[in-house]
């Protein structure tokens, strides 16, 4: 009898062990978003297959002219920056047959400024939090967001080209990230202009992901358990011996802002891309030194203003806390950014360098950009609009 009662003793053990399993699972798949965003990633992997909350069909393809364009007719379309980073996407074509989406509306008035530039412009945020759609609405401006993400100079000059030049606009806003001269090089290299040199950057992080450890019972349970990956991740720092962020659009650190908001950086794709030491970005520049100079040249044909808006990495603004963690690799990234003021004044560019304004905001408190994706949020989507237009005014360019 004795051990009759220890074994239903056990099974009853046994069903509450069972019991409260199951009970963490569901409420961990249930409440995933109130994760933190590492974790979160690896709830959705487990869940979905992917890091992303949702399946999604990206908006922006391979084009042989720009490296990338964005599709046009998109309405609603679920858009992911990362894991944690998600917007909904309308795009249009600005004229029938024009081939490339922009996040704009039907331009049925006087267009003051045509803005081109990168994701940065094209803004992973919802429309109304993009720093170009708050400097139209606070400026008054007609305004044409042409930016396309994945894009350099080089395919900016041809999108201010075919899809700028036709309003002659007073105002040309070139908006300019440090990895334009990379991605300069890789359209370049992909069309075959240009020998490939030391290595190409992959725009994909699904790509760079590294495979974990499958085989045997953790294995299973690492495929299609939430609670086992996400507290073998507690415990071990790895997912099957590969951490949630180990691919070249992860954040390696992290650190609490005095506002109690996190904030991540240094991924491993920004001191390669922005490296200026690296011949292949300095194809890029080259690249962009002609496309510059025959942009002002063009802006000016039609009695135009070109200006260049400078936007830093998040690791440059917060460099009071990222430089004791990254060491070489900010000046690397820094490299790029010094790069095109360089430019600017070699090629006499009006350009803005938006770094001491932004620094002044982080230390300030603000929290300026996304946790674990390289853009500005909508925070710093507002404050960046709010900069560019006390310059522009500075300066006498906007309508009077």
């Known amino acids: 009898m004795g051990f009759i009662k220890q074994l239903k003793w056990l099974w009853v053990i046994l069903f509450w062990i069972v019991a409260i399993a199951g009970l963490l699972e569901v409420s961990l798949r249930m409440f995933t978003t109130v994760l933190p965003p590492h974790l979160q990633e690896v ?7 992917t890091p992303f909350a949702q399946e999604w069909d990206t908006a922006w393809v391979r084009n042989q002219d720009h490296f990338f364009i ?16 998600s917007f909904n996407l309308n795009t249009i074509e600005l004229w029938e047959g024009g081939g490339i989406g922009f996040r704009n509306r039907p331009v049925d008035y006087f267009v003051d400024a045509v803005v081109v530039g990168d994701s940065f412009t094209f803004c992973f945020t919802e ?8 400097l139209e ?3 008054g401006m007609g305004m044409v967001n042409l930016g396309q993400p ?4 080089y395919s900016h000059g041809l999108i201010l080209e075919d899809f700028g030049q036709p309003y002659e606009p007073p105002l040309v806003i070139w908006q300019f990230f440090g990895n334009d001269f990379n991605d300069d090089y890789g359209l370049l290299s992909y069309r075959g202009d240009i020998d490939t040199l030391d290595g190409d950057i992959v725009l994909d992080a699904e790509q760079n992901r590294k495979s974990i450890d499958t085989t045997g019972v953790d294995g299973w349970l690492r495929q299609n358990s939430v609670a086992f990956s996400i507290f073998e991740v507690i415990l071990t720092g790895t997912r099957g011996g590969v951490a ?10 992290e650190v609490m802002l005095d506002n109690g908001e996190l904030l991540g950086f240094g991924q491993p794709y920004e001191p390669v891309a922005l490296d200026m030491q690296r011949p292949a970005n300095q194809a890029g520049l080259d690249a962009s030194r002609e496309v ?3 942009a002002q040249s063009l802006t000016e044909s039609w009695g135009g203003q070109m200006v260049v808006v400078i936007i830093p990495t998040r690791e440059e603004v917060y460099a009071d806390i990222t430089a004791s ?4 690799d900010l000046e690397k990234i820094q490299s790029a950014r010094l790069a095109m003021l360089d430019l600017c004044s070699d090629l006499e560019l009006l350009c803005y360098d938006a770094l001491a304004e932004l620094q002044e905001q982080a230390d300030a408190g603000e929290s300026l950009y996304y946790y674990d994706d390289m853009h500005f949020n909508p925070n710093g989507n507002r404050i960046f609009a709010d900069l560019v237009q006390t310059w522009l005014d500075e300066n006498d360019l906007l309508p009077q």
Do not use: M
């Open 43 to 49: 709830a959705h992997i487990v869940i979905n297959g």
């Open 70 to 85: 964005v599709k046009p007719g998109l309405e609603n379309s679920l858009q992911y920056g990362s894991p944690t980073v």
């Open 127 to 134: 429309r109304e939090d993009c720093w170009v759609t708050h």
């Open 137 to 139: 609405q606070n400026t």
């Open 150 to 153: 994945a894009t350099g100079s």
């Open 244 to 253: 949630p962020n180990d691919h070249q659009f992860g954040e390696q650190y």
């Open 292 to 294: 510059f100079d025959s």
């Open 325 to 328: 963690y990254l060491g070489d």
